[in-house]
C-alpha cells in the first residue's frame, strides 16, 4: 500500500520541510523563504509527491496536449545572448535564414486540411522585420483561416519592434491583437534578477519591460505563457526571485496559462563550458514550480527540449502539459543539444506517450478548452482516421 500525502508529510524528520508539506496540503501559499528551502534541502522523492497531489487535486490525471505548429521568421537576431545556440548575429547575417511573408503563408497553408488550433511563431530579432510587417503577416493569416489561434512574438521581439515603430508598448500590443495577434509564448524571461541576467543577455529587455508587455497583453484580454531558463549560473534564490515576480503579476491579471520551465542545454553555444543539470534536478525544479507557483494553472514540459522519456518522468513530478504535436523544422533545441533531433510527434505519439504512463489524455486548444478525450479512442483508430492523426 503505498502512503498517502498525509502520512509522507507527518512521517517527515525535517521540521522545515515538514512544515512546508502541510502549507501545501492546506492550500497555504509557501514563502520565497521557503521555496528557497526547497531547492537546498528537499529530496526528489518529498517534493515529487507534493507535487503529484497537487498535479492531482488541480487536473486529476489529465494530460494536455495541442496540435501547433511552429514558424520561425528569421534566425538573425540584433542580440546576442550567450546561451543561444540558434542565433545568428546581425554582422553574420548572410549565414542565417529569413523567410519571406509568401514563405510563411506557404507554411500555414500546408496544414489547410489538418486539424492543427495554433500557429506559434517566434524567432530572431531581425532589423528588417519591423512591426507593420508583422501586423500584415498577421492579418493575411487570420485572412486565409480564421480560426487559427496565433500565439506569437516574446516581449524580446516585441520591445525592439515597438522602438523601432516608435509606439508604446501599449500602443504596439492593441495595434498587433487588432491585426490578428491572440496570445503570447512564454519565451524571453530566462532569469529576472540583474546580477544574472546581465551576464547571460545584456542588451534584451529587462525584467520590468517583459513583465511590463505581459501585463498589457492581459489587460487587453490576451493569455500568455511564462518560461524560466534554468539550469546555468543561476542559484536557487534567482529561480525562487524569478517565480515569485510571475506569481505576483499572476495575482494582479490572471492572465497566466502556463508555467514551463526550459533545462539549459549546452551545445554550440557561448556556455557550452557549464555543465547541464542533472535529471534530478530537472525533476526537482518541475515539483519545486508546481508547489511555488500556485496561481498558475498549468505546468508543461517542453518535450522536443526535455526529450520524449523525461517528458513522461515529468507528468509524475507535477506537470499536466506537454505542448504538441510541433510538426516543423523547430531548430533551437536541436541546435542547442537536445537529444529529440526531428521534433515531430503525431497524435498518436503523443496520446500513446502519455497513456503508457497511465495519464489520461486531452487535446486542447490554446485557452486550454478541452477539445477532445482520447482516453477511450483506440491507437488504431488515432492512426487510421486523418482528423484524428
Ligand atoms: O527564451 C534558448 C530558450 C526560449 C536555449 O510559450 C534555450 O508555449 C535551453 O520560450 N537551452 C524560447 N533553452 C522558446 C520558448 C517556448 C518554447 C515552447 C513553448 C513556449 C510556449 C515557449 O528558448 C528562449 C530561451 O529561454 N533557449 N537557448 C538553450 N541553449
Ligand atoms: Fe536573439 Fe532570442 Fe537568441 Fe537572444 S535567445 S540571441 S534574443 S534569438
Known sequence: MSQSIEQIVASEKDQDLQRIGQKVINKERITAAEGVILYEKAPLA??????????????????????????????????????????????????????????????????????????????????KLTLEFFADLLRKIKAHRADLHVK??????????????????????????????????????????????????????????????????HELGMHSNATMLYGHIEGFEHRIDHMERLRQLQDKTGGFNTFIPLKFRNSNNEMSNIAESTIIEDMRNYAIARLYMDNFPHLKAYWPMLGRQNAQLALQFGVNDIDGTIDDSTKIYSMAGSEEQTPAMSTADLVSLIKQVKRHPIERDTLYNELRDYNDVDLATIETNPLLN
Open 46 to 127: 518529498y517534493v515529487g509527491a507534493l507535487a503529484n497531489f497537487v498535479r492531482e487535486r488541480l487536473h486529476g490525471n489529465k494530460t494536455f496536449f495541442n496540435r501547433n505548429f511552429h514558424i520561425e521568421p528569421t534566425n538573425v537576431c540584433v542580440f546576442s545572448c550567450k546561451f543561444c545556440s540558434y542565433s545568428k548575429l546581425y554582422a553574420h547575417r548572410e549565414e542565417g535564414w529569413e523567410l519571406t511573408t509568401d514563405q510563411m503563408l506557404e507554411i500555414v497553408k500546408k496544414y489547410d486540411d489538418q486539424p492543427v488550433t495554433e500557429v506559434h511563431i517566434v524567432g530572431g530579432v531581425h532589423p
Open 152 to 217: 506569437g512574438f516574446t516581449p524580446v521581439e516585441l520591445d525592439y519592434m515597438f522602438r523601432k515603430a516608435k509606439k508604446t508598448r501599449r500602443e504596439g500590443m492593441e495595434y498587433l491583437k487588432e491585426a490578428g495577434l491572440e496570445s503570447l509564448p512564454g519565451g524571453g524571461a530566462e532569469i529576472f534578477a540583474p546580477e544574472i541576467r546581465t551576464q547571460i543577455c545584456h542588451d534584451k529587455v529587462d525584467a520590468n519591460g517583459w513583465l511590463e508587455i505581459h501585463e498589457i497583453a
